[in-house]
């Protein structure tokens, strides 16, 4: 069974229920603007950030014409990125910008994207990280989303039993726990530069999501770069927005 497929009966399953934080859903203060070259296209893409009112969650406005919602549901399996698709329009390589509204606590953003070719879009990978998503929302701050005439209070998914899925050499496993906290393993054996690392952290808040999690960078193998290329990936790839690693070099 495919990852999306699994989350989506995980949704509907007796593995998840909700329950309230206390809290009220947040935006953001202030639109977000960044312009940037996109990883697979290579293109220059401009994305706007806007407020939005609570309940409609985290969405990509798709030229006034269609609209996505930062879903599962709506996920695409593709090579070296996450995309989202619907109403016809597709958008590429939103792992980063999503990761950091998620980690900051914007839970409801309306997402504009200036450039579409034959109705798909990237994301611009900056850094190659997340960190500039993070940086700039802080800069702007949060603020309580409002709801017609009131507010909307936060609801949160709660993990009732273990859980785990596979796909060939890899996998994820998910526990009930009264705190989040990840330990994430990687094993290149074949890059001694990487080898086998593993990554645990503290219960996950902003701040330690800032420092440790939202730097980490998009890395790729020196030997694969030209097969990689000429499957049409990795076109606006370079040392400015990934760390290039070497097989034989290190």
């Not at 934080?21 to 070259?37: C, N, P, R, V």
Request: aromatic share 8%; hydrophobic share 40%.
């Amino acid at each position: 069974m495919a990852l999306r497929d699994t989350l989506k009966a995980l949704k509907s399953s007796n593995f998840i229920s909700w329950k309230s934080t206390g809290k009220l859903q947040k935006t953001i203060a202030s639109f977000i603007e960044k312009t940037g070259k996109t990883l697979h296209s290579g293109k220059l893409t401009k994305v706007k950030l806007l407020p939005e009112l609570a309940g409609q969650g985290r969405y990509f406005d798709c030229n006034s014409e269609g609209v996505i919602q930062a879903s599962i549901t709506f996920a695409e399996e593709t090579p070296l990125c996450t995309t989202l698709c619907g109403d016809g329009f597709k958008i590429r390589t939103v792992e980063h910008l999503l990761s950091a509204l998620e980690a900051t606590g914007v839970d409801n953003c309306r997402i504009m994207i200036s450039d579409f070719d034959d109705r798909t879009a990237e994301i611009p990978i900056l850094d190659g990280s997340a960190r500039e998503w993070v940086e700039a929302i802080e800069q702007v701050g949060l603020k309580v989303a409002t709801y017609q005439d009131g507010n909307c209070e936060k609801l949160v998914p709660v993990l009732n039993k273990p859980m785990h899925v596979c796909r060939n050499d890899s996998f994820i496993a998910a526990f009930p726990a009264e705190d989040v906290r990840i330990s994430y393993g990687v094993s290149f054996p074949q890059v001694p530069a990487i080898g086998c690392q593993w990554f645990s952290s503290a219960p996950l808040d902003v701040s330690f999501y800032a420092k440790q999690i939202a730097p980490a960078r998009t890395f790729c193998i020196y030997e694969e770069v030209e097969r990689l290329r000429d499957a049409g990936l990795i076109k606006g790839g370079s040392t400015e927005n990934a760390i290039i690693l070497s097989i034989k070099a290190g």
